[in-house]
């Protein structure tokens, strides 16, 4: 793993985007996989500012989102869809028929589960996964727990998840209970990962990820297996971790 040091939110934001564009810029038909939560939110802004200022095209892109809510529809606001379309999707010349999200109302949710594996192969792989990160470690939606081999499947929602991501949501009952993720597996064979951290509230997991040790009780742990990892976190989010650590990896 690759640690580049950020100031704060926007700046984390700010290089994030720059490699996203860089990749984009390099191959233009290149597949993205997507996250979604609070991390993003400035990555995404700063590449529509990129896009209508210097005009960098994703017509040839293709884009995979890690999860989605079961339960929850495209149109609902707090689907990952809707997320999706309403910070970045809408504001960017990418044809819509080009961005894949799990279907979180599939009737069949193992056979979805199965498409969507199906359909990562078909587009070639993703070549730059961009992940936030858990406070209990979790990628993507795998929990504490799941196994390193996992593909895409299905997850019961950890309650601290649930109440991390309420803040999302009127009341805390409206969080669903179960969401589609891709699997650690699926995650790992992404040719190229990115992934973001920002503030207080991720220091400790930020700490324990540079630890180095490899546990699947910190899902996040399995990057340190995997041979280009950028992690891009701000002074807050690296605030327990110590000037020496600091130093080996950036
Ligand atoms: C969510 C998402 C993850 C995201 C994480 C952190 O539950 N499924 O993909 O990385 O939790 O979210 P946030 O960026 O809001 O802290």
């Not at 990555?43 to 339960?71: M, P, R």
């Not at 939606?141 to 309420?166: D, I, K, M, W, Y």
């Not at 995997?226 to 992690?231: K, T």
């Amino acid at each position: 793993m690759k640690l580049i040091e950020a100031k704060d939110y926007q700046d984390m934001s700010r290089k994030a985007a720059d490699i996203i564009i860089d990749q984009v810029k390099k191959k233009p038909n290149s597949v993205l996989g997507l996250a979604t939560g609070g991390t993003m939110i400035g990555t995404y802004a700063a590449l529509v500012d990129d896009y209508k200022q210097n005009g960098t095209s994703y017509q040839q892109v293709k884009t995979v989102n890690l999860d989605e809510y079961i339960g929850l529809a495209p149109e609902h606001p707090n689907s990952y869809h809707y997320y999706m379309s309403d910070h970045l999707f809408n504001h960017i010349d990418i044809p819509k028929s080009q961005t894949y999200l799990p279907n979180g109302l599939a009737k069949d949710i193992e056979a979805e589960c199965q498409r969507y594996e199906n359909l990562l192969e078909q587009i070639g792989g993703i070549d730059l996964q961009l992940l936030g990160i858990g406070q209990n470690g979790h990628i993507g939606f795998n929990e504490p727990g799941t196994s390193f081999e996992s593909t895409t499947h299905v997850v019961e929602l950890a309650l601290s998840t649930r109440q991390a991501n309420s803040r999302f949501f009127n009341r805390f009952e409206e969080v669903p209970t179960h969401a589609i993720t891709m699997g650690i597996a699926t995650i790992m064979k992404s040719k190229k990962i990115l992934l973001l951290a920002s503030g207080k509230k991720k220091a400790h997991i930020i700490s324990q990820l540079f630890a180095g040790k490899v546990t699947t009780e910190i899902p996040a742990s399995i990057l340190n297996t995997h041979p280009n990892v950028i992690v891009i976190a701000d002074q807050e989010a690296l605030s327990l971790l110590s000037p020496e650590k600091r130093k080996v990896y950036t």
